[in-house]
């Protein structure tokens, strides 16, 4: 059984999982952890639908590479420190649907605004005895 009740990623913070094999293991996990009944609560946003012309390029770029085009990298620096770089992802809605699927959770979209951000709701699938 689980210990948790709800798990609860906002400000986009579910970008940690780096890309979509961390997604599904990130979810695997959770579903290990998760009550019966619980949820988790995640928002995102949906990088296809903004069509700002660098993110355009920068997604293209990465399809090219034949990476997942949500997944981004930065680097921070603060003076002359550089800090190391760090991949993010922004899943979009319906590869997240497909992630929950593939691991035996399922996703509800709870409201999407118009600047691509979304609010999602995943639960255990009811088994089946």
């Known amino acids: 059984m689980g210990s948790f009740d709800t798990i609860l990623l906002l400000g986009r ?3 940690f999982v780096e890309n979509l094999n961390g997604m599904k293991k990130f979810l695997s996990y959770c579903k290990t952890i998760l009550n019966p009944e619980g949820i988790i609560i995640l928002d995102s946003i949906d990088f296809p639908s903004i069509k ?11 399809r090219k590479l034949g990476k997942y085009s949500g997944v981004t990298i930065f680097q921070m620096k603060y003076k002359n420190i550089m800090g190391d770089k ?4 922004q899943i979009d809605p319906d590869t997240l649907k497909e992630c929950t699927q593939e691991v035996g959770l399922s996703c509800k979209i709870l409201s999407i605004e118009e600047d691509g951000m979304y609010l999602a709701k995943i639960i255990k699938m009811p088994t089946i005895t």
């Open 52 to 62: 700002e012309q660098n993110l355009l390029k920068y997604q293209e770029r990465n």
């Open 13 to 15: 913070s579910i970008g």
């Open 86 to 89: 760090i991949q993010n992802l």
